[in-house]
């Protein structure tokens, strides 16, 4: 099946994902993941690269329960563009990596299922890479996150640098 080229639509989207206002990001994330679903979770890359950078810090997002619709959405987002996005996925990664410390264990398993779809596309070894820089953290939970799944995963561990 082809891929679909959502960029129009999503482009339109960004500056409701950058409104001060939670409800209205919420409405933004809502409608571009209903795009996704219309479009067989299959679309193209291209022109959606300022969405990434938008991703990337929604991830982020000050309100939890945002946080873990984006981290959640990424996972899937990352899925729907399969390997085309391997060169721009390690800041999506990172930044949900970033939540395998959070208190909140629904954002930690949600992180780790969305680092478990991503690793679907990079490959385990690209995602224990980039889990390795964030080992010496002083977050019990995010080592604890880290090496549970260094340990579930050794295969990719042999083929890490």
Known sequence: MARADISASVNKYIP???????????E?????????????????LDGLYDFISVLKSKINDPNKTLVKIFITFAGRFVEACGKDIKNHCKPILLSIISHLSDKQGIVRSEANTSIDKIAGILGKEQVINCMLGFICEDSVE?????????????DGFKKCD
């Open 16 to 26: 409701k994902l950058n409104n001060g206002d939670w409800k209205i990001r919420k």
């Open 28 to 44: 933004g994330i809502d409608a571009i993941e209903l795009l996704l679903t219309q479009n067989n979770n299959k679309i193209k």
């Open 142 to 154: 995010m080592k604890v996150n880290i090496l549970n799944y260094i340990f579930c995963n050794p």
